[in-house]
T-cell receptor
Framework: DGGITQSPKYLFRKEGQNVTLSCEQN?????MYWYRQDPGQGLRLIYYSQIVNDFQKGDIAEGYSVSREKKESFPLTVTSAQKNPTAFYLC?????????????FGDGTRLSIL | KNEVEQSPQNLTAQEGEFITINCSYSVGISALHWLQQHPGGGIVSLFMLSSGKKKHGRLIATINIQEKHSSLHITASHPRDSAVYIC????????????FGKGTKLSVKP
């Protein structure tokens, strides 16, 4: 079954720690995305990647970092510089980066600060 | 003002009712998407459309480009339709990045 796998489903972080959220896809998609969802707000784009070894900042990239060393993997690191990291994080992918490409989403990771 | 506005914010319906969720947007777009977010958080893409109307099972999505408005209809609603429905647009001239509405939370009672 092709799809996007995000892990873990729930994640807890202590103040001052970096934490990495995993996103893996077996859809052979070139483009991948990370979104943040807060209660009562629409999804906001953190980073996106058009192709391996390339990524671009989205609307709210401060305090986050990503890598795209493999086509199927796009991990997101929430750094200690992110002052309000508690949120629901969604990873998505599309065949290519383009205007007529539907995005496929994972089941999300909920990050909380201890 | 948000670029993508949905109404209503919350909707409760009885099983079998016909449901309409509305989406208005203020930017020129290349495409509009309707997404369904389940209680666990996962999101499924329902429709992507740039004109006219699309139908899939009991779901119908329409768009009026001139009025910058789209509707999602659910016929013969069922409790399993309970979810958050999200409207998103691909702005014209963008690389494909989406702007999302805040979602409409639908609860269908048996």
């Amino acid at each position: 079954d092709g799809g996007i796998t995000q892990s873990p489903k729930y994640l807890f972080r202590k103040e001052g720690q970096n934490v990495t959220l995993s996103c893996e896809q077996n859809l052979n998609h070139d483009a991948m995305y990370w979104y943040r969802q807060d209660p009562g707000q629409g999804l906001r784009l953190i980073y996106y990647s058009q192709i391996v070894n390339d990524f671009q900042k989205g609307d709210i990239a401060e305090g986050y970092s990503v890598s795209r060393e493999k086509k199927e993997s796009f991990p997101l690191t929430v750094t200690s510089a992110q002052k309000n990291p508690t949120a629901f994080y969604l990873c998505a992918s599309s065949e290519t980066l383009g205007i007529n490409q539907p995005q496929h989403f994972g089941d999300g990771t909920r990050l909380s600060i201890l | 003002k948000n670029e993508v506005e949905q109404s209503p914010q919350n909707l409760t319906a009885q099983e079998g009712e016909f449901i309409t969720i509305n989406c208005s947007y203020s930017v020129g777009i290349s495409a509009l998407h309707w997404l369904q977010q389940h209680p666990g958080g996962g999101i499924v893409s329902l429709f992507m459309l740039s004109s006219g109307k699309k139908k899939h099972g009991r779901l119908i999505a329409t768009i009026n480009i001139q009025e910058k408005h789209s509707s999602l209809h659910i016929t013969a609603s069922h409790p399993r339709d309970s979810a958050v429905y999200i409207c998103a647009v691909t702005p014209g001239g963008s690389q494909g990045n989406l702007i999302f509405g805040k979602g409409t939370k639908l609860s269908v009672k048996p």
